[in-house]
C-alpha cells in the first residue's frame, strides 16, 4: 500500500431484521431502533440503525481490504448522522470507502474511512491504522 491508495467500496445492506439480530447479540434494546413511534417521538426521522452496527460494518470493510482483522492496529470514529432503516425488506444500504493517507516508517498504515448512506455522511474522522 502507498498514500493515496484507494480501496473497493463495500456496500452493506441493513434491515429491520438485522436491528432485531443486532439488538440481541448487543442487549441494546433501545427503542429508537424498533418502533417508529417512539424515535419519532424524540425527534429522529425513523427507527435507526445501532451507531456501533454501523461502526462494525466500516470495520468489516477496513478487515477485508488489509486481509483480515489481526491486521488493524487502531480503529475511531465519530458518529456523524443517523441511518435511517425503513420498515420494509429492503431497508437501507451503506457504502463505506477508504484512501490511503499516509504509511508510516513503522510499518503502521492510515486508512481514512468514509461511510454514506443515501449520499450522506454516517461516520465522521472515521481512521483505521493497519500493520502490514
Known sequence: MEAGTV????????TRADLVRYAGAS??????HWSDRVATSVGLPGVIAHGMLTMALAGQ???CWVGGTAAIVE???RFANPVVVPDDDKGTE????GVVKR???DGVTQIDITATCNGDKILGA???LVRG
Open 103 to 105: 504509511v508510516g516508517e
Open 61 to 63: 470493510a477496513v478487515a
Open 94 to 97: 451503506i457504502v463505506v470507502s
Open 126 to 128: 472515521a481512521k483505521a
Open 7 to 14: 480501496f473497493e467500496p463495500q456496500t452493506f445492506r441493513v
Open 75 to 77: 480503529y475511531s470514529t
Open 27 to 32: 442487549g441494546d434494546f433501545n427503542p429508537i
